[in-house]
């Protein structure tokens, strides 16, 4: 038996979770594939700083993506706060930023994107050891706790219709006259009018095993991040530091999340006490006060690396009724709800607000 399907999306992440609320929001009939349970992957792990780490070293594509997401946030939160009754916890918290060598250039930055920033008073450096070096203060900076905003997003979409197949894996995606004709499941086949690869850092491998006659050079590769929680008290640290690449992030019950690692390895989705040691020594030498806190978890995850951290958002080249949406390397939560307007957008045939060049998978592969 085959089930007809209107848009079907693979991967349960940030982004195919986004993209199925806009796809929805037009009307549309969404199903959400994913070969586990929605939202345990990267999208999960991370740590819902609301900015690119330095974005003003980035590529222009990230902070289009990103200060466009930025504006999309706070009523989102509290659209999907009032609907579902889960807090995502989106906090606008502020961040410091201890070492800016390249302060011209992040101010230009700031101004070109109309991001409020300050030098940062002696206040807000005080608790910190660091060799501070021009320290910069972004009081308008947000987080959001990743696991809640994820749990808030699922269920806003079960309320609005969106189905899930869980712990569902495709084996085979039948082509034929440049269209998507079936895509078989170990639960079924299926066939669907749209479909949208969301798979994460698995999306490459996903493309070269069920589409090799239909290549596309993502270069979507897993890039392994640990990080630490403490478990601390309200009254420990009130906003997110950055210092060198590396950061704390006070959640609103206290808790301060220490990260994070940046590995090649693979698909090995493992913790390992190097990684512990280093992030412990990391956050206690920064902030000495959390050597009175006991570390309650630790936890690894697998981005999505891509080149340059530039994701692919579009259609297909040759494709006619494929798309992808994966890529986003540190920057899911930070670039994902622009990320699902512009895909949205592209599908629908609507105009878009960005410029879509940037993240074509049919841009030229970065050298």
């Not at 009032?82 to 961040?95: L, Q």
């Not at 495709?170 to 034929?176: D, H, L, N, S």
């Not at 902030?287 to 009175?292: E, S």
Request: one cysteine or more; proline letters at 8%.
């Amino acid at each position: 038996m085959t089930t007809h399907l209107d848009i079907l999306i693979i991967g349960g992440g940030i982004s195919g979770l986004l993209a199925a609320r806009e796809l929805r929001l037009a009307g549309r009939d969404v199903t959400i594939l994913d070969k586990s349970k929605p939202g345990q992957e990267a999208s999960w792990a991370g740590g819902g700083i609301l900015l690119p780490i330095y974005p003003w070293r980035q590529a222009a594509a990230i902070s289009e993506l990103a200060v466009n997401s930025l504006k999309k946030y706070p009523a989102l939160s509290q659209e999907l706060l009032a609907a579902t009754g889960i807090d995502p916890e989106w906090y606008d918290c502020g961040m410091l930023i201890c070492k800016n060598p390249d302060y011209a250039q992040a101010i230009q930055w700031c101004e070109h994107y109309h991001i409020d920033y300050q030098p940062a008073a002696t206040a807000l450096t005080e608790p910190f050891t660091s060799d501070l070096d021009q320290p910069l203060w972004l009081p308008g900076i947000a987080q959001a706790r990743n696991p809640r905003l994820l749990k808030s997003l699922h269920a806003y979409l079960i309320q609005s219709g969106v189905k899930f197949l869980d712990s569902t894996e495709i084996r085979k995606i039948g082509i034929a006259n440049h269209r998507v004709e079936r895509i078989d499941t170990n639960n079924g086949t299926y066939t669907a009018q749209h479909l949208i690869v969301s798979a994460g850092a698995w999306t490459t491998d996903l493309m070269q095993d069920l589409l090799p006659d239909w290549p596309v050079d993502l270069q979507i590769k897993p890039v392994r991040g640990q990080m630490l929680l403490f478990d601390a008290t309200p009254s420990t640290l009130s906003y997110m530091v950055l210092d060198g690449d590396q950061y704390l992030i006070p959640r609103r019950d206290g808790k301060i999340l220490a990260g994070s690692t940046v590995e090649q390895a693979g698909f090995h989705k493992v913790t390992t006490e190097d990684a512990k040691r280093q992030l412990y020594q990391f956050a206690t030498e920064l902030l000495p006060t959390l050597k009175n806190y006991p570390v309650c978890h630790h936890w690894a995850g697998l981005r999505p690396g891509s080149p340059q951290g530039i994701p692919t958002v579009g259609r297909h080249p040759e494709i006619e009724n494929l798309s992808i949406n994966a890529g986003h390397f540190r920057n899911g939560l930070v670039m994902g709800p622009a990320s699902a307007k512009l895909l949205a957008d592209l599908i629908l045939n609507r105009t878009t607000e960005l410029d879509p060049t940037p993240y074509s998978p049919n841009r030229a592969p970065a050298p």
